[in-house]
């Protein structure tokens, strides 16, 4: 693919660094405030529902959570019908899928919401294939970002420069540079992103980050949908107790009639990827379910790890200089334990809310001057992901050798709390299907301090059920 024509800067021309979940869902937003977007991957992206090398999670288990999916569907309508006609999984949390938290066996009488099942190839791919067909929309792939383009003392940036990283034949190449224009430049490069370090070349300094891991671990495998497949379950999701016994098991069914396992492990209990070992780790699960339904089941993929799973947060809103036209957003700006399934659906957030902060600066500056709006939105991105940071920093911090925060007297009242709450999601059909809301990103955090959630808390009774799975009932 050749490059796009560069243009004078301000004429209508959003770049977007990055084409994983972050970069292609803020290149649609950036659709209806731009002529021309332009997504720039490094990676040579498939023709269809291939992991690939830039997404080193993405043969790992995902869950697109019931907020991300609302967005994806008002961002591309009719999102959910594609991806369920592709093979996705229909499944009601929790009415189609057993959980077994800290307390017991989630009440599976609550009603909860419906979450589609896919693997993270053909839900990128989805997106990708709906993005192209957009007007005005470029991936160029094969191409990394190199630095930005700020020829006035940094104050604004005027577009990136590239380099070709890969032909057409998926070679390596040494192509010089280009230089591309834009009004725009978006970061959404990851983990990896070199934000940090091109902010500190235009002389606005370093941004502090802050760092809290668990040292949590992936192994995950495809099998076989087996013939005595469970009828009255689609879903399986088994918590670790973060001190007697830190190892988390998932099994959900995606695409092709087969089942996504995923098992996880903190503090030092890290699932092995031999063929004994990946079968210990889930025979150590508190529950032995899983286990027990995959021993029919016939592997269909190798079994892959995967590790960099610490929560991170560059503190870009507390800079105390920012360049015009340039915001950073995705994991680049707060990277969570993907344990939690928060990633996708806060890319989402991202996106909605720069689309909010572009959709308020045309209607006080219709002339299209972007004055003040890297800034603004940099503060409304750092409000809307400091929820899910919270939660994902709180309970990474049940870990006792978890590193980067501490546990101090509040966070240990809330934990208590929480644990009274799950003790009653585990009998009470009403505060299971709020709280089961609260983990979709349905309803705020917030929603579980509500009178009738703290009446129910302190009432909460201790189950002995943990050994036998609810079965579904009618409400």
Not at 5 to 12: D, E, I, L, Q, R
Not at 153 to 161: D, F, I, L, Q
Not at 423 to 446: K, S, W
Request: hydrophobic share 40%; glycine share 12%; with cysteine.
């Amino acid at each position: 693919m050749t490059p796009p024509s560069t243009t004078v800067a301000g004429t209508g021309h959003a770049v977007v660094v990055g084409g994983s979940m972050a970069g292609l869902l803020v290149a649609r937003a950036l659709t209806g405030h731009f002529d021309r977007v332009t997504v720039v991957e490094r990676d040579l992206l498939p023709g269809g529902a291939e992991p690939r090398k830039g997404v080193p999670q993405g043969r790992q288990i995902h869950a697109l959570l019931a907020r991300g999916l609302q967005g994806l569907e008002t961002m591309f309508p009719g999102f959910g019908r594609e991806l369920e006609a592709a093979g996705a999984v229909p499944m009601r949390f929790p009415g189609d899928v057993l959980i077994l938290g800290r307390a017991g066996w989630v009440d599976r009488r609550a009603p909860g919401w419906v979450a589609l099942s896919a693997t993270r190839p053909l839900i990128e791919a989805t997106v990708l294939r709906r993005l192209r067909a957009l007007s005005g929309v470029t991936v160029l792939d094969g191409y990394e970002a190199t630095g930005l383009r700020a020829p006035d003392g940094g104050r604004h940036v005027h577009g990136v420069t590239l380099r070709r990283v890969h032909g057409s034949d998926g070679a390596h190449s040494a192509e010089a540079s280009l230089v591309v224009d834009a009004a725009l430049v978006v970061d959404a490069s990851g983990r990896g992103s070199r934000a940090p370090a091109w902010l500190a070349e235009l002389g606005h300094g370093s941004p502090d980050a802050t760092t809290v891991d668990a040292g949590m671990a992936y192994a995950g495998r495809l099998y076989r949908m087996p013939d005595d497949a469970p009828t009255d379950w689609k879903g399986l999701m088994i918590f670790g107790d973060p001190v007697a016994n830190p190892r988390t098991g998932y099994l959900f069914p995606v695409e092709g009639g087969r089942l996504m396992v995923g098992l996880m492990g903190a503090a030092g209990h890290h699932p092995p990827t031999d063929e004994e070992g990946f079968t210990a780790f889930m025979r150590g699960l508190r529950h032995p379910l899983l286990a027990d339904t995959l021993a029919s089941a016939d592997p269909v993929s190798d079994i892959r790890s995967h590790r960099g799973t610490s929560n991170r947060r560059w503190h870009l809103h507390r800079m105390k200089s920012w360049p015009e036209r340039f915001v950073v957003l995705g994991d680049a700006a707060c990277a969570f334990d993907p344990v939690y399934g928060q990633g996708m659906t806060s890319a989402v957030i991202a996106a909605e809310a720069l689309d909010q902060c572009l959709r308020i600066q045309r209607r006080s500056r219709p002339d299209g001057n972007l004055a003040g709006v890297a800034r603004r939105f940099q503060r409304l991105l750092a409000r809307r992901t400091g929820e899910p940071w919270r939660f994902a920093t709180s309970e990474d911090l049940r870990y006792p050798t978890t590193t980067g925060g501490r546990r101090g007297l509040m966070m240990r009242a809330q934990h208590r709390y929480l644990g009274r709450l799950e003790a009653a999601t585990t009998y009470d059909p009403a505060v299971a299907d709020v709280y089961i809301r609260a983990l979709g990103m349905l309803e705020r955090p917030t929603v579980l301090l509500r009178p009738r959630m703290v009446a129910a808390a302190v009432r909460a009774r201790r189950t002995t059920a943990e050994s036998t799975p609810p079965a579904r009932m009618p409400a």
